[in-house]
């Protein structure tokens, strides 16, 4: 019938859409920065080293600034999970209150890992996307039973919690902070290249390196890095340096 077909048709186009979304068509440009919620990568920095510091302190104050960035939008999947879980990992978690909290904590950690991995038009078992993801397999037992049988006791949420912070600093957090690092060793590295060179103007290498780098890398990364060097923009000797870093920055 014409119903029939409508809703065939209507299926077909979601799971177009939805395929599309997954691989980035229609998405911007790669020359587009994408919008984050954190003012700059050292806010960026402050909140990581909170959230899984010792300190209660320190980790109460990256859970609130992650209730900032929330209300900006646009946070990653891997940095909401973690402040959440921290957030109740710091509240008691025995009354049925608590671990119906952190039950849906972890489902939704769990389930935006394997989201990210589906591909193509027939989804994949949850289990099978956790694990190619590396995630363990016993988490998605954990999620299975808060979802759909009896809810899983304190220790074993605890445990899962504390599976999942370990998943998400090594997965996104640590590799991300070392990714910084070598933006900022690598602008360190341009600076001071300019002030060591003689001749006015940055080695060619230095400026293919200033037009190759993403608007946003330049902007919160190489940017302040050269604002922080010790001599580009504070010894009279690197004056000319500085003056070709500038002009550098402003071609782009």
Known sequence: ????????????WYRRSRTSDRRGEGSPPMSVPRCVPWTDWHEWRAVFHGLYASDEGARRGAIARCATWRLRGGVPHAAECTATLV???????????????????????????????????????????AEAAGLPVWLVD???????????????????????????RDRYWEPQRARLDDLDAAATALADAACARRKPGLPKKCLAELANAPPATLGHVYVPAFARHPRLFRDEACERAAAAVVEGLAQR
């Open 87 to 129: 957030e109740l990992d710091l509240e008691p978690s025995s009354t049925t209150v608590a671990r119906l909290a952190l039950s849906a904590a972890v489902v939704r950690a769990v389930n935006g890992v394997a989201d990210a991995g589906q591909r193509g038009e027939t989804a994949r078992p949850v289990a099978q996307l």
């Open 142 to 168: 954990v999620r299975h039973r808060a979802t759909h049988q009896r809810l899983p006791s304190a220790a074993v949420l605890r445990g899962a919690a504390a599976a999942l912070l370990a998943y998400f």
């Open 1 to 12: 019938s014409a119903r029939r077909s409508s809703t065939v048709a209507a299926a077909r």
